[in-house]
């Protein structure tokens, strides 16, 4: 048989061997406790299966009473709980695929940075990186400043007559240089450019070395990597690093020289 609760008008269907005098229920959805057999003058439907079938109303949910043994239902004061409606159980599916899906995500990414990290970098945005002093250009020299500038004509005994240029350059940017190489140029009366020669600054020889190295000799002196490492690089602002060129079996008819800076390079980046 079918039972209405009286304050909140939800159904239950029970077997009919529970509707016994005395019998109390206590309804699962507002705890309401009334008699399962009412007298006539309160408003509890006691309906069969059959009518309830046809006179139930959609918006009602019915609740079926736990099977087992009945009797265990009724507590000290006569009354049992009814069966709570029947709740559908929420899968957890849908969490376990979108775990995956993001730990696949994750794989994916972390091999792809892991093997091509410059592939990775290309859809990343760029950041800019953070420098101590102002930005310059690699090769900028427009700010290397030459000074003390002399040329002469000495003769060798070995070569004969050479002509050297030497003098200094000045670093007057705001960040390092190295490397710093210069550019000589023999200009006729016309001026018109005879010969040019480029040289690291950052080694020279003495006088006496010109007077009696031999041409090779002093080739290797004023190109001595160790030498130009040690003054031509790191070459602070304000600071400044020797440069000489040496010209060897000028030719004749030189009436003007020039001298300027072709290079200056920045230190690596520590």
């Known amino acids: 048989m079918h039972i209405t609760c009286p304050n909140c008008s939800t159904k239950f269907s029970l077997p009919d061997e529970m509707f016994k005098d005395g019998a109390q229920a206590r309804c ?13 003058e309160h408003n509890v439907e006691v309906e069969s299966q059959e009518e309830i079938s046809f006179s139930e109303s959609p918006e ?26 029947k709740k559908k159980k929420k899968s957890g599916k849908g969490c376990l695929v979108f775990f995956l899906i993001l730990l696949l995500l994750g794989g994916a990414c972390a091999g792809a940075w892991y093997f091509a990290p410059e592939l990775v970098n290309r859809f990343l945005p760029m950041k800019e990186k953070a420098q101590s002093g102002p930005v310059t250009v690699a090769n900028d020299v427009s700010r290397i400043s030459l000074k003390n500038i002399s040329q002469y004509y000495i003769t060798n005994e070995k070569i004969g007559q050479i002509f ?29 450019a005879i010969v040019a020669k480029q ?16 041409k090779e000799e002093l080739a290797d002196a004023l190109n001595n990597k160790v030498e130009i490492l040690t003054n031509n690089t790191n070459v602070m602002p304000t600071k400044s690093v020797h440069f000489m060129v040496v010209f060897y079996d000028p030719p004749k008819g030189v009436a003007e020289f020039g001298v300027k800076v072709v290079e200056a390079k920045n230190p690596p980046v520590q």
């Open 28 to 40: 699962t959805v507002c705890d309401e406790v009334f008699p399962l057999i009412q007298p006539a």
């Open 164 to 192: 050297v240029i030497e003098g200094d350059a000045e670093n007057r940017f705001g960040v390092p240089k190295e490397l710093i190489k210069v550019e000589a140029t023999l200009y006729d009366a016309n001026n018109v």
């Open 199 to 214: 040289q690291l600054a950052g080694s020279s020889v003495s006088l006496f070395q010109l007077q009696v190295l031999a």
């Open 60 to 85: 009602m949910e019915e609740t079926i009473a736990p099977e087992g043994n009945m009797d265990a239902l009724i507590g000290e004061e006569g009354t049992f709980g009814l069966g709570e409606p």
